[in-house]
C-alpha cells in the first residue's frame, strides 16, 4: 500500500481524509444490494446446479474490493492545486484524469455537501465552465472552509474578467 | 419602469394568419374529439355530434382569438418585449446584447403572404431546445427591420438601413442545382430501410404483412410454388437486383434529403457574420455572428476527398435548431471555395501546418478495448461448429441448418469486428495534430476525414486522461472543453504522456 503523501510529491494538496469514508459508504450502500441479491438468486435459483456459490463469491469478491481496497486508493491520488491563475484537479486510479480549468473560464461555482459529506466533514467544489466538454468540475472532499476559500478565490477573478 | 417603456416602440400585433397556425395547432388535439364524434355518429345522437363540434369550433377559435389579441410585441431601441397570455400574462424582456441569433422562417404559405416567423436564440435556450422567444407571423420587411436592429446594437456596424444592409452584403458561397445533387449523392443512406422496419412492426403485423419476417418470405419461395421456382433458378440475377434496388432507394432517400434542406444554398458575408440561406419549401435564413465562432471543422471522406470536395461546419456559440449544433456553412465545396468561407469570418485556411502523429496505442487501445468481445465470438462460432460436429447423425441433420446460420453470424460479427480494428488502423495513419499559429489543428479519421481548426483562446477546460490501458502504452489522451454545441470530441487522443503534458502547457501558457 501506498502512503497518503503520494499525492503530495507531485506537488498537489491531498483533501480531508474524511473522504475515504465517504468513498467508502458510497461504495457500501452501492455493492451490499448487490451481495444480497446474489446470495437470494443462489438460493432460489441455483441451488441444485453446479454453479450454486458462484454469484455470491464473485459479488463478494468484488464488493470487498470496491469498499476496502478501492477507496483508499482513489483517495490517494485524489489531489489539487490552486495555481495563481489555474485550478488543477487531479483524481481516478484506474481512470486518471487531470484537469486544468483557467481560472478566468469559469461561469459560476457551486459548493455543495450532501448527507453523506456533512457526516464526514467535507464538501464539493463545483466548477462550471461554458465547454460542452467538461463543463462541470468537481473537487470533492475538500473541508467546507477551503471550499468557500476556493469558491471566494475564483470569484475574484470572475469578477476581475468582467472589468 | 417608465424610462424603460419611453425607450420602447408601440405596441405590435401579429398577422391575423397567425390565427391559422394557433387553429391548426389546436387540430392536431381534436383526434378524441373525432373518436367521441364517430361514437355519436353510430348512436344516431346527431344533435349531440352537432353540440359538441360546435362548441369545440367556437371554443377553439374564440381561445385562439383571445391568444391573438392577447399577443404583442414592442421593439425598443436595445431590446425587444413580448408580451402575452389572458390570466397568467407573461412579459418577456430579450434584451439585444444577449440575443446570439436571430432566425428567420418562412413555409410557402407564408412565403406566399410576404410574412415571416422570427425567432429570437438567446445563449439559456441552449440546453433545452426551446425558442426564448418567437413571433409566428410578421411581414417580411418588418422582420428584417427588427434583424437589423438587433444587428446594429451589436456595435458593429451603425444602425443601416434595410436596403444599405443588403448593399453591403458579399456573396461568399452558393450552390447551383447540380452541386445540390452531387451533394445528394454523397449522401448516399439507407436510414429509410430502418424505417420501414419500425413501419411494418407497427402497422404490417394487422395487415398480415411484414417483409422483414422470415416466414413471410418462407412461405413465398418455398420449393413447388411458382414464384419459389423462380427464385432457385435465377438466384444470381435476382442478388445483383436487389443490391441495385437498395443502391436506387440509398441514392434516392439522400438526394431527396439534401435537395429539400439545402436547395438554393447561398452564404453572405454581412457585417455581423455569415448569413445562410436554404430549403426548397421551407427556406430558413440564419445568421452567423462570426465572433461567436469556438471552431471549424473540415469534414470529409476517401471518395469526397478523392475528387476534392469537403464540408466546412461551424461551432457556434449561437445553436442551430433541431439541437444539433453545429452550423452547415458549405455543404459540398472544393479547396479554394472553404478558405474563402473561413476568409470572411477572418479566418485562416491552415497553411502547411506541421503534422506530428500519435502513438500506435491509438490502435491497440481499441483493440484491447475489443479484444473480450472478440473472444467470446470467436470462442462461440467455435463451440457451435464443434458441436455440430459431433452430434449423432439423425439428429445433426435436423440442428445442423440452425447450427450453420449461427456459426455464419457469428462469422460475420467476428469480420465486422476485425473490420473495425483495421479502419482504426487506416484512421491512425492520417491522425495527427499540429499548432498553426495561435491554433491547434487536429485530423482525424480514414472514412469520416475531419479537420478540425480550434483556436486556442477558445479552449475552456483542459483534460489530461489516461486510463490504466494507456498506462501500458505510456500514452494519454487530452480533451478540451469548447463551449457550444454540435461538434462533440474536441481533443488529442494516444499521444505519449511527456508530450501529452508538452502539449498542455503550451495549451495553456496563455493563461499563467
Do not use: C
Amino acid at each position: 500500500m501506498l502512503d497518503d503523501s503520494k499525492i503530495e510529491a507531485t506537488g498537489l494538496s491531498p483533501v480531508e481524509p474524511g473522504y475515504r469514508h465517504v468513498l467508502r459508504v458510497r461504495a457500501l450502500v452501492f455493492w451490499l444490494p448487490l451481495l444480497i441479491a446474489a446470495s437470494v438468486a443462489d438460493l432460489v435459483l441455483l441451488l441444485a446446479t453446479p454453479f450454486y456459490g458462484l454469484p455470491s463469491i464473485v459479488v463478494a469478491f468484488l464488493s470487498a474490493t470496491a469498499i476496502f481496497v478501492v477507496p483508499s486508493r482513489r483517495y490517494q491520488r485524489l489531489g489539487y492545486a490552486l495555481h495563481p491563475t489555474l485550478l488543477q484537479v487531479v483524481r481516478g486510479w484506474l481512470f486518471h484524469a487531470d484537469t486544468i480549468v483557467p481560472l478566468v473560464r469559469v461561469q459560476h461555482i457551486d459548493v455543495t455537501r450532501g448527507p453523506l459529506d456533512k457526516m464526514f466533514g467535507t464538501a464539493n467544489l463545483v466548477v462550471h465552465t461554458a465547454g460542452t466538454h467538461n463543463s462541470i468540475v468537481v473537487l470533492p472532499g475538500l473541508a467546507p472552509d477551503r471550499a468557500s476559500e476556493i469558491r471566494d478565490e475564483i470569484r475574484r477573478h470572475i469578477r476581475s474578467d468582467f472589468e | 419602469m417608465n424610462e424603460a417603456a419611453a425607450t420602447l416602440g408601440p405596441p405590435e400585433r401579429l398577422h391575423p394568419i397567425a390565427l391559422l397556425s394557433s387553429l391548426a395547432a389546436s387540430a392536431r388535439g381534436m383526434w378524441g374529439l373525432f373518436a367521441a364524434g364517430g361514437y355519436f355518429a353510430i348512436q344516431g345522437h346527431w344533435f349531440l355530434l352537432l353540440v359538441t363540434f360546435g362548441v369545440y369550433t367556437v371554443a377553439s377559435l374564440g381561445s385562439a382569438l383571445i391568444r391573438w389579441l392577447k399577443f404583442s410585441f414592442r421593439v425598443g431601441q436595445r431590446e425587444v418585449r413580448i408580451d402575452s397570455g389572458l390570466f397568467s400574462r407573461t412579459h418577456r424582456s430579450l434584451p439585444f446584447d444577449r440575443i446570439q441569433d436571430v432566425t428567420i422562417e418562412q413555409n410557402p404559405l407564408w412565403r406566399v403572404l410576404g410574412l415571416a416567423r422570427v425567432r429570437f436564440e438567446t445563449g439559456s435556450s441552449a440546453g433545452a431546445g426551446e425558442d426564448d422567444g418567437a413571433l409566428a407571423a410578421i411581414t417580411l420587411q418588418r422582420a428584417g427591420e427588427i434583424r437589423d436592429l438587433v444587428r446594429a446594437s451589436r456595435g458593429l456596424a451603425p444602425a443601416a438601413t434595410a436596403a444599405e444592409a443588403e448593399a453591403e452584403e458579399v456573396a461568399v458561397f452558393a450552390m447551383d442545382l447540380r452541386r445540390v445533387l452531387l451533394a445528394g449523392v454523397f449522401n448516399f443512406s439507407l436510414a429509410v430501410l430502418g424505417a420501414l422496419v419500425g413501419f411494418t412492426q407497427t402497422i404490417g403485423g394487422p395487415l398480415g404483412f411484414d417483409p422483414f419476417d422470415m416466414d413471410f418470405w418462407a412461405g413465398l419461395v418455398a420449393p413447388g410454388t411458382p414464384i419459389g421456382d423462380f427464385v432457385m433458378n435465377n438466384r444470381a440475377t435476382l442478388y445483383s437486383a436487389g443490391a441495385f434496388v437498395l443502391l436506387m432507394v440509398g441514392l434516392a432517400t439522400g438526394l431527396l434529403r439534401t435537395l429539400l434542406r439545402d436547395y438554393g444554398f447561398r452564404l453572405d458575408r454581412t457585417a455581423i457574420g455569415l448569413r445562410r440561406r436554404r430549403g426548397l419549401f421551407t427556406v430558413t435564413d440564419v445568421v452567423l455572428p462570426g465572433r461567436r465562432t469556438q471552431a471549424a471543422v473540415i469534414a470529409s471522406g476517401p471518395v469526397r476527398s478523392h475528387y476534392g470536395w469537403s464540408e466546412l461546419k461551424l461551432q457556434s456559440l449561437a445553436k442551430e435548431d433541431g439541437g444539433k449544433g453545429a452550423h452547415v456553412v458549405a455543404p459540398l465545396a472544393d479547396d479554394a471555395e472553404i478558405a474563402g468561407v473561413l476568409g470572411a469570418i477572418s479566418w485562416q485556411p491552415p497553411a502547411a501546418p506541421q503534422w506530428q502523429r500519435v502513438s500506435l496505442a491509438y490502435v491497440w487501445a481499441l483493440a484491447i478495448g475489443l479484444s473480450p468481445l472478440l473472444l467470446i465470438i470467436a470462442g462461440q462460432a467455435l463451440l457451435f461448429w464443434y458441436a455440430a460436429a459431433l452430434l449423432p447423425n439423425p439428429v445433426s441433420g435436423e440442428i445442423d441448418g440452425r447450427f450453420n446460420t449461427m456459426v455464419i453470424v457469428s462469422g460475420l460479427i467476428l469480420f465486422a469486428l476485425l473490420a473495425t480494428i483495421a479502419l482504426r488502423w487506416l484512421a491512425w495513419r492520417r491522425y495527427a495534430y499540429a499548432f498553426d499559429g495561435e491554433r491547434l489543428l487536429v485530423r482525424s479519421g480514414w472514412w469520416q476525414r475531419r479537420l478540425k481548426i480550434l483556436p486556442m483562446r477558445n479552449i475552456q477546460s483542459v483534460d489530461y486522461l489516461q486510463s490504466f490501458i494507456d498506462r501500458w502504452f505510456g500514452t494519454a489522451n487530452l480533451a478540451f472543453g469548447v463551449a457550444g454545441g454540435g461538434l462533440t470530441g474536441h481533443g488529442i487522443r494516444a499521444l505519449p504522456s511527456e508530450t501529452a503534458r508538452q502539449v498542455r502547457e503550451q495549451l495553456l501558457s496563455r493563461f499563467r
